[in-house]
C-alpha cells in the first residue's frame, strides 16, 4: 500500500539499505534470536522493494517491451541462486558482511541514478488534475474492499497459488528426496537455477513478440497456464526418474521461474491504476499460502504415503488449473466497456485490436491470415462471439 501513496524510489533505497544493515548484522550476530531478527527483516524489507521496484520498471517502459523489461528485473534472484552453491566455500559471516557493504555502495549509486523518478504519486496526480481539469472525470477508484470483492484478483491468486507451492517443492522437498536417494542434489541445483535463468528471460521475450499479433492479456494468460501445467510435468519426472533429476531440474526451473514470472507481471498491472501497488501485494500475500501447504500438511503427507504421493498432488492440480482457467475470468479489474477500449487503443503494438474495435466492417476486407489473428484476439478476451458466428454471418454475406 505504502508504494501506492509515497516515492518508489524511496521505499526502494529504504529497503535497499535496510537488508544492507541486516546482512552486516547477521555477520556480527552472537545468538540465536539477534539470527532470527536479522533474517526476519531480511525477509520483509525484500518483499518490500518488489513491489515498488516493479511499479518503476512499468512507468519507464512501453507495454511492447514490458515483458522483457520485467524478466531482467526478475533475473536477479535467480542470478542469485547460481551463486548460492559457490558461496559455500566461503565462510558464512564474509559472505554476509561483503555482500551487506556492496548492498550499501550499490544504494549511493541508485540514489544518484534515481534522482528524477523522486515523485510522490500524489504529487503526480496533482499535476495530472492540473494538466486535464476536467470535472466530469469518474473518480479513481480503490480501497481494500474493492480488492478483496475483484473476483479478477482472486482469480490470479489462486492459479499463482500452485506455482509458489511449486517452488517450496522444488527449493525444499526435491533436495531432500534426492538425498534420501543417495544422488546429490548440488547438480540439481544448479541445473534448476540455470533453468529458471533461462525461463524468466524466455518468458518475458515471447509476451512481447506475441503481444504484436495478438492481446495482451490473452497472450500472458496463455503463457501462463501453459507454463504451470508444463512445470507439473516436469517435477513429477524428478519424482519419477531421479537419475535424470539435472535434466528435469532445468525444465522445471525453467517453467517454475517463468510461470512466476508471468504471474507477478500479470498482478503488477491487475489493479486501477492508482492501487496497482496494493493489487499485486495482496495477490502475493494470497499466492504465498502455496508455500504454507507445501510446508506441514505436505509433510504430513510424504509421511503417510511416501514420495509417490507427489504425483498424485501434481496431477489433481492441474486439473483444477485447466479447469479454472478454463472460465477465462479477465486479468485486470474491469473498468467498463468504455474504458477497456481505451485501454487497448493505447496499447502499442496491438493496432490489430484497435482497428476491429473502432470499425468492425473493416474486418471481412482484411486477407485470411490477420483477419483469424484479429478474432483469436477478440474472442480470448470475450469481445466477440463464438469464431462459428462469425465466420458463418461473414460467409452469408458473401
Known amino acids: 500500500m505504502a508504494s501506492d501513496r509515497y516515492s518508489k524510489v524511496a521505499l526502494l533505497l529504504i529497503g535497499l539499505i535496510t537488508c544492507a544493515a541486516c546482512s552486516i548484522g547477521l555477520a556480527f550476530s552472537n545468538h540465536l534470536w539477534q539470527m532470527l531478527i536479522a533474517m526476519m527483516l531480511l525477509g520483509i524489507v525484500q518483499g518490500a522493494g518488489w513491489v515498488p521496484a516493479t511499479l518503476l520498471v512499468q512507468s519507464w517502459y512501453s507495454k511492447s517491451t514490458y515483458g522483457t523489461m520485467f524478466s531482467i528485473l526478475a533475473c536477479g534472484s535467480t542470478f542469485a541462486g547460481i551463486l548460492q552453491p559457490f558461496s559455500k566455500k566461503f565462510y558464512w559471516r564474509h559472505v554476509e558482511l561483503y555482500t551487506g557493504a556492496g548492498m550499501l555502495l550499490f544504494s549511493v549509486v541508485c540514489y544518484f541514478a534515481l534522482r528524477e523518478d523522486n515523485v510522490s504519486p500524489k504529487r503526480e496526480e496533482e499535476e495530472e488534475e492540473e494538466e486535464d481539469p476536467n470535472p466530469e472525470k469518474p473518480k479513481k477508484k480503490g480501497g481494500l ?22 517452488r517450496t517443492i522444488c527449493e525444499t522437498w526435491v533436495q531432500l528426496f534426492l538425498t534420501d536417494s543417495k544422488i546429490s542434489p548440488d547438480a540439481f541445483q544448479i541445473t534448476y537455477e540455470i533453468g529458471g535463468l533461462v525461463g524468466t528471460m524466455a518468458s518475458g521475450i515471447v509476451i512481447d513478440l506475441a503481444t504484436r499479433k495478438f492481446d495482451v492479456d490473452a497472450t500472458r494468460r496463455v503463457i501462463a497456464v501453459s507454463y504451470t501445467c508444463l512445470m507439473m510435468f ?165
Open 145 to 166: 474492499r474493492t480488492i478483496v470483492g475483484s473476483l479478477v484478483i482472486w482469480h490470479i491468486s489462486f492459479v499463482y497459488l500452485f506455482t509458489m507451492e511449486m
Open 234 to 398: 516436469s517435477a513429477a519426472g524428478i519424482f519419477e526418474f531421479a537419475e535424470l533429476s539435472s535434466i528435469f531440474g532445468f525444465l522445471a526451473g525453467m517453467f517454475v521461474n517463468g510461470s512466476i514470472n508471468v504471474w507477478c507481471m500479470i498482478a503488477s498491472q491487475a489493479g486501477f491504476k492508482n492501487i496497482q501497488g496494493t493489487v499485486s501485494a495482496f495477490i502475493s500475500f494470497i499466492a504465498s499460502s502455496g508455500s504454507m501447504l507445501a510446508g506441514s500438511p505436505l509433510a504430513f503427507l510424504i509421511s503417510v504415503f511416501g514420495w509417490r504421493i507427489f504425483l498424485y498432488i501434481f496431477g489433481i492440480q492441474l486439473i483444477i488449473v485447466l479447469i479454472v482457467s478454463s472460465f477465462r475470468v479477465r486479468l485486470r479489474m474491469d473498468v467498463g466497456e468504455k474504458a477497456a477500449s481505451n485501454e487497448i487503443d493505447e496499447e502499442e503494438g496491438s493496432g490489430v485490436c484497435s482497428t476491429v474495435v473502432d470499425s468492425k466492417q473493416n474486418l471481412t476486407s482484411l486477407n485470411k491470415e490477420t483477419r483469424i489473428s484479429m478474432l483469436f484476439a477478440l474472442y480470448a478476451t470475450k469481445k466477440i462471439k463464438p469464431f462459428k458466428d462469425i465466420l458463418s454471418s461473414s460467409n452469408n454475406k458473401v
